[in-house]
Antibody, heavy 118, light 107 residues
Framework: EVQLLESGGGLAQPGGSLRLSCAASGFSFDMSALHWVRQAPGKGLEWVSAISGGGDRTNYADSVKGRFIISRDNVRNTLYLQLNSLRVEDTAVYYC???????????WGQGTMVTVSS | DIVLTQSPATLSLSPGERATLSCRAS??????LAWYQQRPGQAPRLLIYDASNRATGIPARFSGRGSGTDFTLTISSLEPEDSATYYCQQRNNWPRTFGQGTKVEIK
């Protein structure tokens, strides 16, 4: 059974940092691209970032480029998202999602809430 | 960036009725479009990928069609559990993008 479990969310001040983790199991971790998708309270889904199975290719939304860093540990089967220079508008539930061979997201975690506020 | 525009914003229908949801892309995206269902308080669930392929375990009442810029998700006969917000997502270009969602309400 595929499982994705996010952690690391919480309250941060504007300009602060957080590191999100997504522990994965039940599939070939190093063969799967992984993504982060966020959802601000009461709003729609926003794609944030992606990383290839080997970790050598990454992509970011313009809204987070230069501030967030996606990475993965294929030994620990864990995906990460380092959130730096946080802004109020980064407040959202952050989901990790597994991509199929194509970039459709067939499994999602339950999300971790990030609140940026002074 | 490719903008996906979904319509209508809200759809209110009775059980057993047919729901037709639209997603229009600002540029052609071949058939590289997926549909997701999100119930309140839950993570999204993949329904359809590459425009018309049902994901594992998705009931046959869900179907998708389209190519290029115009796509449709059809729910042939609404069930109460279909009350949710539906999102389209493209994988043709980076950054990946989602539509703003269509909320389906069951009367």
């Amino acid at each position: 059974e595929v499982q994705l479990l996010e952690s690391g969310g919480g309250l941060a001040q504007p300009g602060g940092s957080l590191r999100l983790s997504c522990a994965a199991s039940g599939f070939s971790f190093d063969m799967s691209a992984l993504h982060w998708v966020r959802q601000a309270p009461g709003k729609g889904l926003e794609w944030v970032s992606a990383i290839s199975g080997g970790g050598d290719r990454t992509n970011y939304a313009d809204s987070v480029k230069g501030r967030f860093i996606i990475s993965r540990d294929n030994v620990r089967n864990t995906l990460y998202l380092q959130l730096n220079s946080l802004r109020v508008e980064d407040t959202a539930v952050y989901y990790c999602a597994k991509a199929m061979v194509i970039d459709a997201f067939d499994f999602w975690g339950q999300g971790t809430m990030v609140t940026v506020s002074s | 960036d490719i903008v996906l525009t979904q319509s209508p914003a809200t759809l209110s229908l009775s059980p057993g009725e047919r729901a037709t949801l639209s997603c229009r892309a600002s540029l052609g995206i071949s058939r590289y479009l997926a549909w997701y269902q999100q119930r309140p308080g839950q993570a999204p669930r993949l329904l359809i990928y590459d425009a018309s392929n049902r994901a594992t375990g998705i009931p046959a009442r869900f179907s998708g069609r389209g190519s290029g810029t115009d796509f449709t998700l059809t729910i042939s006969s609404l069930e109460p559990e279909d009350s949710a917000t539906y999102y389209c997502q493209q994988r043709n270009n980076w950054p990946r993008t989602f539509g703003q969602g269509t909320k389906v309400e069951i009367k």
